[in-house]
């Protein structure tokens, strides 16, 4: 073979080689969500040893990507108390190439209900709730640092006492400038298939603003499809971390697949690793990565939710 039409294929084949190991790929998906969700991790309940190896996971993931720190903070813990009680957010930052004071924030909460001490099985491992959510914040960092093109600024958050009432929503949402807020994607609970089977997801407040509608748009022409949340009933839009930002007049959304009339093992012990589907998983954070392409890029702004009367 002529040399320089080996070295064409060769470089052909290292290109296809590249597009055939995606960022976002489900070993990875695989060893963050088994480690968020073990049982060293003791239910990552708010104030325990717990949460706290939990948030140090995290800050490493977060170093290992290269994230910057967010706004004055020395590390990437957003530390505060609750009465006598130190808790922390863990934050990191892609500061935005043209757009650096216009946020994109991606988030889960990474606290859990902890342990009993009765029974064989103590530890509430929350697999889907919300490791599932925390392990898309991470793998979602990942993939926008390769990416390397964000117009704006992305804040990724793993927020801590969303169980308990959002103290780390509410402390995060007291120290930010609001209307520099452009969107958040609050994941939550999507490690099983959602209603509609494979590739599917939901956004809650649906209605509120046109952020759910900029996502399907983005989403035409994929393998994926985002509906509205079939469940208005449980009213999911006031209850996770989106709440709080939505409540000061940001797109604030929450993502899941989880089926809220048949979740079996919401809040239960059985919330395991071995109830999951990963491969999905994996599938439905890549979809959130499609979907949010155009508001990263500064070419979509989602209309502003109704502020709460204080
Ligand atoms: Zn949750």
Same mark, same amino acid.
């Given at each position: 073979?002529?040399? &320089?039409? !080996? ?9 296809? $080689?590249? &597009? +055939? ?9 695989? @060893? ?9 991790? &003791?239910? /990552? =309940? ?26 004055? !903070?020395?590390?990437?813990? $957003? ?68 990416? *390397?093109?964000?117009? /704006? ?21 007291? *120290?930010? +400038?609001?209307? =520099?807020?452009?969107?958040?994607? *609050?994941? +939550? ?8 089977? =494979? ?25 994926? =499809? ?7 009933? +449980?009213? !999911?839009?006031? @209850?996770?971390?989106?709440? /709080? ?16 009339? $048949?979740?079996?093992?919401?809040? &239960? ?6 109830? !999951? ?5 994996? $599938? ?19 209309? @502003? ?6």
């Amino acid at each position: 073979m002529e040399k &320089q039409l !080996l070295v064409i294929f060769s470089l052909a084949f290292t290109l296809l $080689q590249a &597009q +055939e190991k995606p960022v976002i790929d489900v070993q990875d998906v695989t @060893r963050i969500e088994t480690t968020l969700a073990s049982d060293k991790m &003791q239910g /990552r =309940k708010i104030f325990t040893a717990g949460i706290d190896s939990a948030s140090v996971f995290i800050e490493n993931e977060f170093k290992q990507i290269g994230l910057e720190y967010y706004d004055k !903070l020395k590390s990437y813990k $957003q530390e505060f108390t609750v009465g006598s009680n130190a808790a922390n957010n863990v934050i990191g930052v892609l500061t935005g190439k043209t757009k650096p004071n216009e946020y994109v924030v991606f988030s889960a909460h990474y606290d859990h209900l902890g342990t009993i001490t009765k029974g064989k099985d103590k530890v509430y491992n929350g697999a889907n709730d919300d490791a599932s959510g925390t392990t898309a914040v991470i793998a979602l960092a990942k993939y926008f640092k390769a990416l *390397n093109n964000n117009e /704006r600024t992305i804040i990724f958050v793993a927020f801590t006492g969303e169980e308990v009432g959002g103290f780390g929503s509410e402390y995060f949402t007291n *120290n930010i +400038e609001a209307d =520099k807020v452009v969107a958040m994607f *609050n994941i +939550e609970m999507i490690g099983t298939e959602s209603k509609w089977k =494979k590739n599917s997801a939901y956004i809650t407040g649906f209605e509120k603003s046109d952020f759910g509608v900029i996502l399907q748009n983005n989403l035409k022409g994929s393998d994926f =499809k985002f509906y509205e949340d079939p469940y208005p009933q +449980e009213q !999911l839009f006031y @209850r996770s971390d989106n709440a /709080r930002l939505a409540a000061v007049g940001v797109p604030a959304h929450t993502i899941s697949t989880s089926k809220m009339d $048949q979740e079996l093992n919401y809040h &239960q012990l059985s919330d395991e690793i071995s109830t !999951l589907d990963l491969e999905n998983m994996t $599938q439905i954070i890549k979809a959130i990565a499609i979907s949010s392409a155009s508001i990263v890029k500064g070419i979509d702004t989602p209309t @502003r939710v109704a502020k709460l009367k204080q």
